[in-house]
């Protein structure tokens, strides 16, 4: 019987301790005149615009081991976006819309966005797509601090994808 509380006790202890550092990282929204969210929200600005033309911003932008999942739940990695990028592109009028920055710390940021495109579906080029998306973005260790050139996207999450077919 002793073994078993003691096993308890363990891992009550454990856990209370997994609590903490979870507790102690505090967010906070990023200012509007915040120089590494408006670093950030540039390169997703550009990463938007790549659907349109090969701008040569994935490889910079994206970490290694990045991972993704697409709007038709596949996952996807920094080779897949890279190939993508110099594939013949036929999409036009894109663009980032809304996007926000909420920082934990000063290594981990999770952005909140959606973009748009017109004539990203092939089988429907005069089709409208809109995309609502979380990322996460890392500041990798040894870097300097809040340097732009450290942070890379990690992963990437579609919330929603839907199309609009323009009437014209």
């Known amino acids: 019987?002793?073994?078993?509380?003691?096993?308890?006790?363990?891992?009550?202890?454990?856990a209370a301790q997994l609590l903490v550092p979870a507790s102690a990282q505090r967010g906070h929204w990023a200012s509007p005149d915040d120089k590494t969210a408006q670093s950030i929200i540039e390169m997703e600005r550009?990463?938007?615009?790549?659907?349109?033309?090969?701008?040569?911003?994935?490889a910079g932008l994206l970490a290694d081991d990045f991972q993704g999942t697409s709007a038709k739940d596949a996952r996807f990695t920094k080779a897949d976006e890279l190939?993508?990028?110099?594939?013949?592109?036929?999409?036009?009028?894109?663009?980032?819309?809304?996007?926000?920055?909420?920082?934990?710390?000063?290594r981990l940021a999770l952005v909140y966005g959606s973009e748009h495109a017109i004539g990203k579906d092939k089988s429907q080029p005069r089709a409208r797509v809109c995309q609502v998306w979380t990322e996460t973005w890392l500041k990798r260790s040894g870097s300097s601090p809040r340097s732009i050139i450290a942070w890379n996207a990690s992963s990437s999450q579609p919330q929603v994808t839907f199309v609009a077919i323009d009437q014209e």
């Open 1 to 14: 019987m002793r073994e078993i509380q003691v096993r308890i006790f363990a891992s009550a202890v454990a």
């Open 46 to 58: 550009k990463w938007a615009e790549g659907v349109r033309v090969d701008n040569g911003v994935v």
């Open 83 to 106: 190939k993508d990028e110099k594939s013949v592109r036929t999409a036009h009028d894109c663009g980032l819309d809304d996007t926000k920055v909420h920082f934990f710390g000063d």
